[in-house]
């Protein structure tokens, strides 16, 4: 508790002196919660490109929006909310209800060059694992999906993801609870189609 305690009194001095006009303030806060927010907005729209660019204007929204920041709250949880609600506004413009991983490899990544060496069992079947949650993650609903990457992606806890998505910790106990119960059944569809 005390380092979310730290945590928070650091991140709101930056806030004051990003305010002031304090650009290695500015570029520390930058840094500090890029790859948080780059993460949210991959699991939301599960494109590389795209992601890269909601969570870069996330960060301009909330660099615009400094002086509605209240300092009673963690920073954190209002840039994660910030960057939530825009990825929302932009699956609502392109009237996406689903994301496929499919396109994780057309997205414009460079290949990886296949290593030689064999890979212990223990490796592929970790990889294949991974593989078919992230699948199963993407099919779920975008409101569950939310829930399970904040909670179990990016280890926020309900209090947090009650403050990002403005709701009380109990719909989002019970959202995270349905949120796994539906990702339990895909699973489980998926391990008997295989």
């Known amino acids: 508790m005390a380092m979310a305690t730290s945590t928070h009194q650091e991140d709101i001095l930056l806030v004051r002196r990003c305010k002031k006009g304090d650009q290695r303030a500015y570029t520390y806060l930058l840094r500090k919660y890029q790859q948080g927010v780059y993460n949210l907005c991959y699991r939301l729209v599960s494109n590389t490109e795209t992601a890269q660019d909601l969570a870069q204007e996330s960060f301009v929204k909330v660099f615009n929006a400094l002086d509605q920041y209240d300092p009673k709250y963690r920073f954190a949880s209002w840039l994660y909310r910030v960057a939530k609600n825009h ?68 280890d926020k806890s309900y209090e947090d993801i009650a403050r990002i998505l403005k709701e009380p910790v109990g719909t989002i106990k019970a959202r995270i609870h349905r949120a796994r119960k539906k990702l339990g059944e895909l699973l489980n569809a998926d391990l008997l189609n295989r």
Do not use: M, W
Not at 118 to 145: G, M, T
């Open 87 to 154: 990825c929302y506004d932009y699956l609502r413009k392109v009237k996406l209800s689903q994301i496929s991983l499919d396109e994780e490899n057309k997205d414009g990544r460079p290949l990886q060059i296949p290593d030689f060496k064999p890979i212990p069992d223990q490796e592929l079947y970790r990889q294949e694992r991974a593989r078919i949650i992230n699948e199963a993650i993407n099919k779920l609903p975008v409101d569950s999906r939310t829930v399970i990457v904040l909670r179990h992606l990016h």
